[in-house]
């Protein structure tokens, strides 16, 4: 196995991490959000319908946290197994497609340290981890195909060893 290939499996198991890292990032900022914002909520709601909106605003957003903490989940466990040269899965398209919800999540959180008047140490932070989700999300993904490139290269040349 080239250097190469061992340190594109190695930035697998890496960022595969991250990844699984950032999805936990990712519901406990929702969480903090709608905590933060929870006078916001209830106002839209009628005094009567207050606490089963939010009941249903909890279930509603815990359902979306499930789903995309799941895509995280999976993409970093196949990412991981596939660095480890374990069982090889089928993760790349979701992963190219959670890089894109991830570049705009960065991006508009570039956008909103412009917009907000007052720039204080939350936003900034927050702005910075989903830059660098963004960015360990594009370090899998180039690695997971130079990965999948590099093994199809040697599968085809173990085959050409065994017929010559």
């Known amino acids: 196995m080239g250097a190469e ?16 890292a950032f999805g936990a ?5 929702t969480v903090m959000l709608l905590v933060s914002n929870r006078e916001l909520f209830e106002a839209s709601f009628e005094e009567e319908q207050k606490e089963l909106g939010m009941t249903l605003v909890w279930i509603i ?3 979306f946290m ?21 069982k090889k899965r089928k ?14 999540t960065a991006v508009f959180s570039v956008m909103g340290i412009f917009v907000e008047d007052e720039i204080d140490d939350e936003i900034l932070v927050s702005t910075l981890i989903d830059v660098l989700g963004f960015f360990m999300l594009l ?5 997971a195909f130079k990965v999948r490139r590099r093994m199809k290269e040697e ?6 060893r065994k017929a010559g």
């Open 155 to 160: 599968e085809a040349m173990a085959a050409e």
């Open 25 to 29: 990032w990712n519901v406990l900022k």
């Open 5 to 20: 290939l061992r340190k594109n499996k190695d930035t697998l198991v890496v960022t595969g991490t991250g990844v699984i």
């Open 66 to 86: 499930l789903v995309a903490f799941g895509f995280n989940l999976y993409v970093g466990l196949a990412a991981r197994s596939e660095g480890m040269g374990k």
């Open 139 to 143: 370090d899998l993904v180039i690695a």
């Open 61 to 63: 957003l815990g359902g």
């Open 91 to 104: 993760y790349r398209v979701l992963a190219c497609l959670m890089l894109i919800t991830h570049f705009m």
